[in-house]
Structure formats: structure tokens, C-alpha cells
């Protein structure tokens, strides 16, 4: 009898202690497990993993501001290692690679406007090293065809472009008052100028 009375003792305690631990597995934070992982790419500066872990991190709970944030500098610092990837490659003469390099680092920062500078010098620079001297062939989007990179036809829509037009510049020397001045300067050109 004693015997049945432990192990029913034992069986109940065993399962007061599992119910007790279930609450505790359902508390944890939605997209801790990236998180932790995007955490221990960033501390070895593998900012493309660290990135891909926080994104998948920031898709299971978006409300989370330091996910958000880490996210954000993972992806901004991965960017900067494929810049310098990409100016190595270009160093090298290697436009493609640099091209490609410079295109995964728009990927990931799309407010990098000097990735996209840097794209189109590539291709300028591998037209001119294939001889081509920036003539295109009728495609916009610079992407590779048949191997090779082709510029954008952006350089011949600014060749089509007629020339600025020059404006008549007039100096003008006045010695009174300034804010009268500017007020009727501001009303030929119909501006509102506030003193």
C-alpha cells in the first residue's frame, strides 16, 4: 500500500511540474530562437547570416523594436562588406563581379544610392574594356544577356536631350533698403517671402 501511495505522489508532482513548465515554453518571444542566432552572427560579423536571421526574426513578431533594429544594421552593415567587396573586384578589373557585388549591396540596403552609381559605373567600365564605348543595345535594365553586361540607355536618353536652356543673368547694384527689395523682387516672380 505504501508503495502505491509514493508512486502516486511521484506521478502527481512529475505532472504538476510539467503543467507548470508548459506556460513558460508558450511565453517566449515569437522569433526568439532568430534572435539568439542572428545575435551570434553579429558577434562573428557575418552580417548576410545575421541579416537573414533577424528578417526571419522580424517576420514573426514585426512589433518588436529590437529586432527591428538589429535587423537594420545587420542589413546595412552587410551592404558595406559587398561595397568593399564590389571596389576590390573593381580594383581588380573584374567589372561583372563588382557589378553583382554591388547589386547584392542595393539588395540589402535599398536606400544605398551609391551602390546603384557604382552598378552603373561597372557597366560603363565593362562596355568600354568589350569596346562597345556605351553603345547599347535597346535594354534599360542593365541585365546580363548572353554573358555579357550591357549599359543602360540612360547615357543616349541624355544625348537626346536638347541643350539647357540658358538664362539671361542681370546684375544688379541697389543701394537702399533690402527688405523693400526683396519684397518686389518676391512679387515679379510671384514667391511669398516671409521676414
Given amino acids: 500500500m505504501r508503495i502505491k501511495t509514493e508512486t502516486r505522489i511521484l506521478v502527481s508532482l512529475l505532472l504538476t511540474f510539467s503543467l507548470l ?38 517576420a514573426a513578431d514585426p512589433s518588436n523594436l529590437e529586432y527591428q533594429l538589429h535587423f537594420r544594421r545587420a542589413s546595412f552593415n552587410a551592404s558595406q562588406s559587398y561595397m568593399q567587396q564590389g571596389r576590390a573586384l573593381a580594383e581588380q578589373r573584374d567589372f561583372v563581379g563588382a557589378y553583382n557585388a554591388f547589386r547584392q549591396a542595393y539588395g540589402y540596403d535599398p536606400v544605398n544610392e551609391l551602390a546603384v552609381s557604382e552598378m552603373e559605373r561597372m557597366l560603363r567600365l565593362q562596355g568600354v574594356k ?9 535594354t534599360r535594365t542593365g541585365e546580363i544577356q548572353d554573358g555579357t553586361l550591357t549599359p543602360t540607355s540612360a547615357q543616349a536618353e541624355e544625348a537626346a536631350l536638347p541643350p539647357p536652356h540658358t538664362e539671361q543673368l542681370r ?3 541697389y543701394s537702399g533698403d533690402l527688405k523693400a527689395f526683396v519684397r518686389s523682387l518676391a512679387e515679379q516672380l510671384n514667391l511669398n517671402v516671409v521676414f
Avoid at 36 to 54: P, V
Fill in 130 to 138: 568589350e569596346g562597345n564605348n556605351g553603345n547599347t543595345n535597346g
Fill in 171 to 173: 546684375v544688379i547694384s
Fill in 21 to 58: 513548465l508548459l506556460p513558460a515554453t508558450a511565453l517566449a518571444r515569437k522569433g526568439d530562437k532568430n534572435f539568439k542566432a542572428g545575435m551570434q552572427y553579429e558577434a562573428a560579423q557575418q552580417w548576410e547570416k545575421a541579416a537573414q536571421e533577424f528578417t526571419l526574426a522580424v
